[in-house]
């Protein structure tokens, strides 16, 4: 099951891509179902929280009608920076399911680890590497054509 939402998460990577925008993209289960879907927007919206995670937590609260979210289950392409990370805590998910992990800016364990940290009050269950080279490959390959684009 981690495989067919990780991938429904990688299209919402790709549509990042499409728009010129880093292809991070999430999706929120709850009962088995997709209640909430994104991809990265800063660039789109010109706004620095507009991250694939961000967004879609908010569209989960607002679905849900209140901001817990307990019962849900997170899947992201790549680690969350620590914004994303600290409203992931804040949000009360229960699982949080990463594709690859970044060792530049990641705060579920890469760089710091907020999800798990015991002094905070609540933690999130974390499982790493599903569908890691997938997930790891769109971001190289986007940044790799950015370079090349900027050579231009």
Known sequence: MN??????????????YQKEEVPIGCVIVKDGKIIASAYNMREELNDPTAHAEIIALQDASEILG??????????VTIEPCAMCAGAIVNSRIDKLIIGSMDKKAGACGSILNIVQNDKLNHRVEMITGIMEQECSNIMKNFFKDLRKKHKK
Do not use: D, H, S, V
């Open 3 to 16: 495989n067919y939402f990780m991938k429904k998460a990688l299209k919402q990577a790709e549509i990042a």
């Open 66 to 75: 209140g901001w817990r979210l307990t019962g849900c289950t997170m899947y």
